[in-house]
């Protein structure tokens, strides 16, 4: 493993420093278990695992407060667990199970949680984004002060509906971040290939968006610049768009070979770049923590991950009866 120097961290304490270690860590042991259950015939549909993208969410949670809305793409476990999600949930709607948050209803793809303030993974490529100004609309229109976290990828970075979206929220000031989580390979193109511009953050522009590329595998990086981005929408001054440098290390989703890259490259991201180690060498090297303490952390995580396992495959599936629920919405009588 290539070490890097630790920076200097006079903002950052240990306890920070610790708690983005513990929370991307969850997401990776979360995922390394839901790729097994998958490979075991628990999990059903797609599967699309965000190893290797962690400091993506972690880093922009930490910039957020509460209140603050998130919508995504169907890469979508790890913006769940970020956000306070619990495991087990997330674990049982993975498997389709009366216990999961969306009743077992929704599998990956359709996961919310008012409560969190989470409005999904959604599966139709780009679809998200409109609804993210949608939600950023309602927090203007009600003048919360707050902020909606709308992400996507490099791939869906070319839908027209984005555009007509970025057009819409800078027109109106929408309190939105767009986040660009750019892994470099859409759904198996590369960006090179596909994308004639050097940079999607500079798009914006277009519009008078201001934005911001940011290396998403440092999540001290990813938070700085997200506290710029929040600030910037609190101040009233309209929409920001993020463009998070990241790197998966798994296919587009289980069933992808990931064909279109070397092993060696992957390898070479996971040895120099992992936003984990990365962290995990800050906390060392700046005596902040132990290999011992690492491990025990390491430990209780696992245990959390496993238990989710264990809720999810003892949590029944949903009633015949449940296929008749939620499909409308209950609309208060509006006063004439």
């Known amino acids: 493993m290539a070490t890097r120097k630790a920076p200097d961290l006079p903002n950052v304490s240990k306890d920070e420093l610790l708690g983005y270690y513990r929370d991307m860590l969850l997401i990776r042991r979360f995922e390394e278990k839901a790729?097994?259950?998958?490979?075991?015939?628990?999990?059903?549909?797609?599967c699309h695992l965000y190893i290797g993208q962690e400091a993506v969410v972690v880093?922009?949670?930490?910039?957020?407060e509460e209140g603050d809305k998130r919508v995504t793409s169907y890469r979508d476990h790890g913006h769940m667990l970020a956000c306070g999600m619990d495991a087990r949930g997330v674990m049982a709607e993975l498997t389709g199970r009366e216990g999961g948050y969306s009743k077992g209803?929704?599998?990956?793809?359709?996961?919310?949680?008012?409560e969190r303030h989470f409005y999904g993974g959604h599966g139709i490529v780009g679809a998200q984004v409109p609804i993210g100004a949608g939600l950023a609309f309602a927090d203007k229109y009600n003048e919360n002060g707050r902020v909606t976290f709308a992400y996507f990828g490099d791939g869906a970075a070319n839908q027209g509906q984005v555009y007509e979206t970025y057009n819409m929220a800078q027109l109106w000031d929408l309190p939105v971040i767009f986040v660009i989580e750019n892994n470099q390979y859409a759904m198996g193109t590369s960006v090179k290939r596909s994308t004639k511009s050097p940079s999607l953050w500079e798009r914006g522009a277009a519009y008078g968006i201001a934005g911001e590329a940011v290396d998403g595998m440092d999540v001290l990086k990813v938070k700085e610049a997200g506290t710029r981005a929040v600030e910037h929408c609190r101040a009233g001054k309209g929409p920001y768009i993020l463009e998070v440098m990241t790197y998966r290390y798994r296919g587009h989703s289980m069933s992808d070979p990931a064909k279109y890259r070397s092993r060696e490259e992957v390898q070479k991201m996971r040895d120099?770049?992992?936003a984990i180690e990365h962290v995990r060498e800050m906390?060392?090297?700046?005596?902040?923590?132990?290999d011992?303490?690492?491990?025990?952390?390491?430990k209780e995580i696992k245990a959390i991950v496993n238990d989710s396992a264990e809720?999810?495959?003892e949590s029944p599936e949903p009633a015949l009866d449940e296929l008749w629920t939620d499909i409308y919405a209950d609309v208060a009588p509006q006063d004439a």
Not at 105 to 114: T, V
């Open 35 to 46: 790729g097994q259950l998958y490979g075991m015939g628990l999990i059903g549909g797609f």
């Open 59 to 64: 880093g922009l949670e930490a910039a957020a």
């Open 292 to 298: 011992d303490d690492l491990k025990a952390i390491d």
């Open 272 to 274: 120099e770049r992992d």
């Open 105 to 114: 209803k929704g599998g990956s793809m359709h996961m919310f949680s008012k």
């Open 283 to 290: 906390l060392l090297t700046g005596g902040h923590a132990t």
């Open 311 to 313: 809720f999810a495959k």
